[in-house]
């Protein structure tokens, strides 16, 4: 077997012996340098832009918005950002202008001989701003998208309640500080096409943007993936802009362009998680029972709608989490205001929702006076409950096995008491010293596209096979540090009973694999490995039949490389490959995702399956808390995590010890600070975020429940460790402190707050 085994990543020995070749490592003949200038203001109209005339711009080559010649937008959901602004400005940093020199240091140079005068008007900075609708950012009321689901009484359902326990809860951003900041190289093609590598996530994303800027055909846009330092989500949609530009400043001066963002400009102009309000009030019975959960959330999506609507709407089927309610409503909205615009972050919308599911969950069992774990052990979907928006969970539930195995794991039980008994005598809230805590979070995560997504897009990939007998894979599936040049081939080997060397990955080029989806959603594996598995299945299938017919057999089977009929050995895989195309040329072998029969989604009223199946995760903190300081140090961590099968276990492990970290990062210490609509803090010495140094010893323990519909019965796990590691760590401090917690990060500003304002 491959499949289960732990394969070393393709890439990595490239990657830690530092000659792989990432985008600015590479060099195109005759090629240019280009930077954006970007707004100073948050809202306002340009004035007047000038050029300091002692300065020699014959150097420099100065594209504006009238240099491109099809649509100013970036091509997303709506067409609703300019590539280039043209009067009107909505955030800080928003570009302006592109230059191109023949160095990084006459750029620089240039920049500072440009001056640009607005007409500055008031700015729209926060959500309350943004429903006030005093100042219109977007449409007739600043809001992107509204979500309503609902489900049985609400009314009825609170009348049932003996308590009612309501709360707001508010998230900041979040930068997702990948490695390799945004890069990319345009060059201009001899037939009027545009070639673009870039560090990217979707290839087909920039694909599409390029050919809504120059209203160019499919054909004429090459978008090729060159070796990327991380996404996170941050590599979504985000390329489309930069690559756009270099792009248009290509065109202009007919040379290639390489744009590289400095740290400071990646962290200040691109995408972020965004923040949210979240208002819960839930009706519950005093034996612990969910009967009504009314809740009402609000996105800040920025300036512009990018991937908002998907965004809220993950939140909004995530609002509630792994629980089971039988009269819910959910309000989910999504709103613009004058900051850069938020985008694509590992989670989408989940992260923001299950911190505040999940220290509601710690209120209520608090008000009620019920242990925390045993209120989640009462109210926590099953196998054939019903979710919030009606889906029936058919398969692939693990529950209780990840609470179970956490729970163990950890000795929750036994340190829960242990700490109780710390803080109620000489560990008291008020005292100096060191104080202890452990908490934890349940939660679960839909796999693949929201709704009719899947069925929407219908994923394409196929495998080609090629002379020997090798394999290669055609996807547009990026690599981005989650594994996929790994997983794939081993899914593809174990599915035709080759040896790993023998499958190879294609180049992920927009002129030689298929538009598979984007690398998003936790669907790489699950959705698109699926694919790529049929796809494999039928070129065995195709292989044995043109073997039998040359061979004039009834039928023959293919076993670790050779053909067999009736135990008898007929040919050599190899051997096939080279009749196969010396009779029939190439074989290549495409499939489309297909949904699982009876997924069915009312996109209009938001009710069905929401996803095709949920991965399911337990985290457990356990902290310790300088009361001097208020600094928190995470002592251990153990996530169970029920992953349907894991293609290669090592790898699935390093997801999710990544994510938690990060995730620790989020509720911790990662803190955006907003000044005017710009970010003050764009430096990793002022932005703080975990390090090697922060990383507590981390358990993770797999859960296999198999899904029926996904590859050897691999369900998606990129986002889900994302989810459930800030509110763990929340209960834990809250438990540690006697207090409670409703904002993150969880600074220690923030805590000494809670402690004085804490009765």
């Not at 500072?112 to 005068?117: F, G, V």
């Not at 512009?304 to 995530?318: E, F, K, Q």
């Not at 006697?738 to 707050?753: A, K, Y």
Request: glycine share 8%; net charge negative.
């Amino acid at each position: 077997m491959i499949v289960g085994q732990n394969i070393a990543r393709r890439e990595g020995w490239k990657k830690v012996t530092g000659s792989a070749q990432y985008v600015d490592d590479l060099h195109v003949s005759n090629m240019l340098y280009g930077k954006t200038i970007r707004s100073t203001i948050a809202h306002g109209a340009i004035r007047e832009i000038k050029f300091d005339p002692a300065f020699d711009w014959k150097r420099v080559t100065i594209a504006d918005y009238r240099d491109i010649p099809g649509k100013n937008v970036v091509a997303l959901i709506e067409y609703d950002q300019p590539l280039l602004a043209e009067s009107r400005i909505r955030h800080q940093e928003e570009p302006i202008l592109l230059l191109a020199a023949e160095d990084r240091e006459l750029l620089e140079e240039a920049a500072k001989h440009i001056e640009i005068l607005y007409d500055e008007s008031p700015a729209v900075l926060t959500v309350e701003e943004a429903l006030a609708g005093k100042q219109l950012v977007y449409g007739e009321n600043n809001v992107f998208k509204d979500i309503l689901i609902s489900k049985g009484d609400l009314e009825q359902g609170f009348a049932a309640a003996d308590f009612i326990v309501e709360a707001i809860y508010r998230t900041g951003h979040q930068e997702h500080v990948y490695i390799e900041p945004q890069g990319v190289i345009a060059i201009p093609e001899s037939d009027g096409g545009i070639k673009l590598i870039g560090s990217l996530q979707c290839p087909y994303y920039v694909h599409k943007a390029l050919k809504t800027i120059f209203d160019l055909p499919d054909d004429k846009v090459r978008v090729v993936q060159s070796v990327t330092g991380g996404g996170f989500g941050g590599k979504e949609e985000y390329p489309s802009l930069i690559a756009g530009h270099a792009a248009v400043l290509a065109r202009k001066v007919g040379r290639p362009v390489k744009m590289i963002y400095n740290r400071g400009e990646d962290m200040a102009a691109t995408t972020k998680r965004h923040p949210s309000v979240v208002h819960h009030k839930t009706g519950v019975t005093k034996d612990g029972k969910l009967v009504a959960a009314e809740i009402d959330l609000v996105l800040d999506g920025g300036a512009y709608c990018t991937l908002s609507p998907v965004v809220v709407s993950r939140a909004s089927i995530h609002a509630l989490g792994p629980y089971n309610c039988p009269n819910t409503r959910i309000r989910a909205r999504s709103v613009a205001t004058n900051t850069p615009p938020n985008g694509a972050f590992r989670g989408f919308g989940a992260p923001q929702v299950c911190f505040a599911h999940e220290m509601q969950m710690e209120k209520i069992a608090k008000t009620i006076g019920i242990d925390s774990l045993e209120l989640r052990r009462r109210n926590m979907l099953k196998l054939g409950d019903t979710t919030v928006t009606g889906q029936t969970l058919k398969y692939s539930v693990g529950s209780e096995e990840v609470l179970q195995a956490a729970v163990e794991a950890s000795n929750f039980l036994v340190k829960q008491e242990s700490y109780k008994q710390q803080s109620t005598s000489d560990f008291g809230p008020r005292t100096s010293g060191k104080k202890h805590g452990i908490g934890l979070s349940l939660f679960f995560h839909g796999a693949g596209f929201t709704g009719s997504g899947e069925m929407l897009m219908k994923a394409k990939a196929g495998v080609e096979l090629l002379p020997g007998g090798r394999v290669r894979i055609l996807t547009a599936s990026t690599e981005i540090g989650q594994g996929t040049n790994t997983i794939f081939p081993q899914i593809v080997a174990e599915e035709l009973g080759l040896d790993l060397d023998d499958v190879e990955m294609a180049e992920p080029n927009t002129a030689k694999v298929p538009d598979s989806g984007p690398t998003v959603a936790s669907r790489t594996c699950m959705v698109v490995g699926r694919v790529i598995q049929q796809a494999a299945q039928d070129l065995r299938q195709q292989l044995e039949e043109f073997v039998a017919a040359q061979l004039s057999r009834q039928s023959v089977a293919l076993r670790h490389k050779e053909f067999f009929a009736n135990d008898q050995r007929l040919m050599s895989l190899a051997e096939a490959a080279q009749m196969y195309s010396r009779e029939k040329g190439a074989l290549q072998v495409f499939r489309h995702y297909e949904s699982p029969p009876g997924h069915t989604w009312d996109d209009k009223r938001y009710l069905g399956d929401a996803y095709p199946v949920y991965g399911w995760a337990c985290d457990v903190v356990e902290v310790e808390v300088d009361t001097t300081t208020y600094e928190v140090f995470v002592k251990k961590v153990v996530s169970a995590a029920d992953v349907g099968k894991a293609i290669n276990p090592v790898l699935v492990k390093g997801q999710i010890e990544g994510g938690t970290l990060q995730a620790l990062g989020y509720g911790m210490m990662e803190e955006v600070i907003m000044q005017n609509g710009k970010m003050a803090n764009d430096r990793l010495t002022n932005y703080m975020l975990p390090t090697c140094m922060d990383a507590p010893d981390m358990e993770v323990i797999l859960i296999e429940k198999p899904y029926p519909h996904g590859p050897f019965g691999a369900k998606g796990v990129g986002e889900l460790p994302m989810d459930g590691a800030a509110p763990a760590l929340a209960a834990a401090i809250c438990n540690a402190l006697g207090i409670e917690i409703s904002e993150l990060p969880f600074t220690p500003e923030r805590l000494l707050q809670a402690v004085a304002s804490f009765p």
